[in-house]
């Protein structure tokens, strides 16, 4: 049986295991996670949070990271800003990127979701609103979900990626993990 483990990824930390080339050290996989033998399935850039697979299973790994197999990622983000309906559907039709045209998006308009405190916390400033978007994509460009809300006006400030497919973040704390059954 694969090995498959959820990891809440928090703020600042790389999705590797070693950072040996920078100058001056970043926390990596290796300072939460102790089991040998298993990889990342995908990235999530060290600016952003939530979840993020690792498993032992090579065709496991590549089934949840590669774009073709269309492994809904869902993600909650803070958007500077008031996503008006044109923007909304923007996202649900696809936006165009440098890259080229995003797949369609499911997103609506939610409430602050209740999570854990980010450490640094996002600027708060007075005079811009912010609010919550819950976004599902199902392709996997180089922070995309950033440049997409970026794309219709509102700029990404908190990032958290709550489900991929099946798997959720729910009930782990940051910087824990829990083994789950991979079938």
Same mark, same amino acid.
């Given at each position: 049986?694969?090995?498959?483990?959820?990891? +809440?990824? &928090?703020?600042?930390?790389?999705?590797?295991?070693?950072?040996?080339?920078?100058?001056? &050290?970043?926390?990596?996989?290796? @300072?939460? =996670?102790?089991?040998? %033998?298993?990889?990342?399935?995908?990235?999530? @850039?060290?600016?952003?949070?939530?979840?993020?697979?690792?498993?032992?299973?090579?065709?496991?790994?590549?089934?949840?990271?590669?774009?073709?197999?269309?492994?809904?990622?869902?993600?909650?983000?803070?958007?500077?800003?008031? &996503?008006?309906?044109?923007?909304?559907?923007?996202?649900?039709?696809?936006?165009?990127?440098? @890259?080229?045209?995003?797949? #369609?998006?499911?997103?609506?308009?939610?409430?602050?979701?209740?999570?854990?405190?980010? +450490? #640094?916390?996002?600027?708060?400033?007075?005079?811009?609103?912010?609010?919550?978007?819950?976004?599902? =994509?199902?392709?996997?460009? +180089?922070?995309?979900?950033?440049?997409?809300?970026?794309?219709?006006?509102?700029?990404?400030?908190?990032?958290?990626?709550?489900? =991929?497919? @099946?798997?959720?973040?729910? %009930?782990?704390?940051?910087?824990?993990?829990?083994?789950?059954?991979?079938?």
């Amino acid at each position: 049986m694969a090995r498959l483990i959820l990891f +809440n990824k &928090p703020y600042e930390v790389l999705s590797q295991f070693t950072d040996a080339k920078s100058p001056s &050290p970043r926390a990596t996989l290796s @300072d939460f =996670i102790d089991v040998p %033998g298993v990889y990342p399935a995908g990235r999530l @850039d060290r600016d952003s949070e939530g979840l993020l697979l690792l498993t032992d299973d090579g065709r496991l790994q590549a089934r949840i990271a590669d774009p073709k197999f269309k492994l809904p990622k869902t993600y909650l983000v803070q958007v500077e800003g008031q &996503p008006d309906e044109a923007a909304l559907a923007a996202l649900r039709k696809g936006v165009m990127l440098k @890259d080229g045209m995003t797949r #369609p998006a499911d997103v609506r308009r939610i409430a602050d979701p209740e999570l854990w405190p980010r +450490n #640094p916390p996002v600027r708060f400033r007075k005079s811009v609103p912010d609010c919550w978007i819950e976004l599902t =994509i199902r392709e996997g460009r +180089n922070r995309q979900v950033r440049r997409m809300t970026a794309a219709v006006g509102c700029p990404t400030l908190r990032l958290v990626r709550w489900r =991929i497919g @099946d798997w959720t973040l729910d %009930g782990i704390a940051p910087g824990d993990w829990r083994q789950v059954d991979s079938g």
